[in-house]
């Protein structure tokens, strides 16, 4: 399938590595010009450099702690410095910290609601302007299956990436005449640095060993396996191309049959 994505620019948020990493590679494949962005500097431009040697493409690497509205919008700025427009933005972050109500402060809860959700609500404000303009836009939310099954232990995310569902459904009617479409990835347990984290917490907790608490974690999946990170990049690649001209305002995770609702 001609996904007819070539001189697109994306935005791909927090994307040295895992999964934003995985989506902006994706993206470069198909001919679209990247700018990537995360904390530390270093880990981006190998990153960066990986994917022009691997693709050829164009990637602009901006260091930007995506819980900072300022830093935010000199990313979006530097995109349109180098690039002129921006087509497709991607909304991904770290993860929350693992924990139960008791634990977390409220200073906690501001944090996770900066990171997971405040994140995605700026950078949207910040591009939406310009895709309006050019009549034709990608936004894609990297979430959690916690939206659709809250996840034991993961309270912040269970709390907080559900406004992102609202936020996504609510922009998505109200761009859809602009050609702007929204939709939300739900990742269910892809192996990345994110898991192998959960995977040593969940050992603690559980006084087993990680190599142990990982194999569980692969055999409650009714693939059987945890997920690799291209298998949810290649979901967010279609989204984001010409052929998804269709889909807006939905919620689909990439879980191996994880999540256990209907819908
Ligand atoms: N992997 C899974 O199975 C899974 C399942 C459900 C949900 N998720 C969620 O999906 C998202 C991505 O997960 P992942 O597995 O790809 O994680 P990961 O492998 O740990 O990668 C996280 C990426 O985000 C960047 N990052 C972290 N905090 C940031 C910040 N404040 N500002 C800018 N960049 C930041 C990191 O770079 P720096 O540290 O240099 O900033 C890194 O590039 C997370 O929100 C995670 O909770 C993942």
């Known amino acids: 399938m001609e996904l007819g994505m070539k001189n697109r620019v994306a935005i791909v948020a927090a994307s040295s590595k895992g999964l934003g990493?995985?989506?902006?590679?994706?993206?470069?494949?198909?001919?679209?010009?990247?700018?990537?962005?995360?904390?530390?500097?270093e880990a981006l431009e190998r990153t960066a450099e990986e994917i022009r040697s691997q693709t050829g493409a164009d990637v602009l690497a901006v260091a930007c702690d995506v819980s900072k509205t300022d830093q935010i919008k000199t990313v979006v700025k530097e995109t349109i410095n180098e690039y002129s427009k921006v087509d497709i933005l991607i909304n991904n972050a770290g993860g929350p910290p693992v924990g139960a109500f008791l634990d977390f402060t409220l200073q906690d809860w501001q944090k996770a609601i900066e990171l997971n959700l405040?994140?995605?609500?700026?950078?949207?404000?910040?591009?939406?302007?310009?895709?309006?303009?050019?009549?034709?836009g990608r936004i894609i939310n990297i979430t959690s299956y916690a939206v659709k099954q809250?996840?034991?232990?993961?309270?912040?995310?269970?709390?907080?990436?559900?406004?992102?569902?609202?936020?996504?459904?609510?922009?998505?009617?109200?761009?859809?005449?602009?050609?702007?479409?929204?939709?939300?990835?739900?990742?269910?347990?892809?192996?990345?640095?994110?898991?192998?984290?959960?995977?040593?917490?969940?050992?603690?907790?559980?006084?087993?060993s990680f190599d142990e608490v990982i194999s569980a974690m692969g055999s409650d999946v009714p693939v059987g396996r945890i997920g690799k990170p291209e298998e949810l990049a290649n979901l967010a690649v279609f989204l984001a191309s010409e052929r998804a001209s269709y889909i807006t305002g939905t919620t689909i995770q990439v879980d191996g049959g994880l999540t256990k609702g209907l819908m």
């Not at 405040?118 to 034709?136: C, G, L, Q």
């Open 21 to 41: 990493k995985a989506t902006a590679l994706g993206l470069a494949m198909e001919g679209v010009k990247l700018t990537i962005c995360s904390r530390e500097k």
């Open 150 to 208: 809250p996840v034991e232990g993961l309270l912040l995310s269970n709390t907080v990436r559900a406004g992102i569902i609202g936020l996504a459904k609510t922009l998505s009617n109200e761009f859809a005449p602009y050609n702007i479409l929204v939709n939300n990835i739900c990742p269910g347990r892809i192996f990345t640095d994110r898991i192998t984290f959960l995977a040593y917490e969940r050992a603690k907790k559980e006084g087993k």
């Open 118 to 136: 405040f994140s995605a609500i700026t950078f949207s404000s910040e591009v939406i302007p310009y895709m309006k303009e050019n009549k034709w």
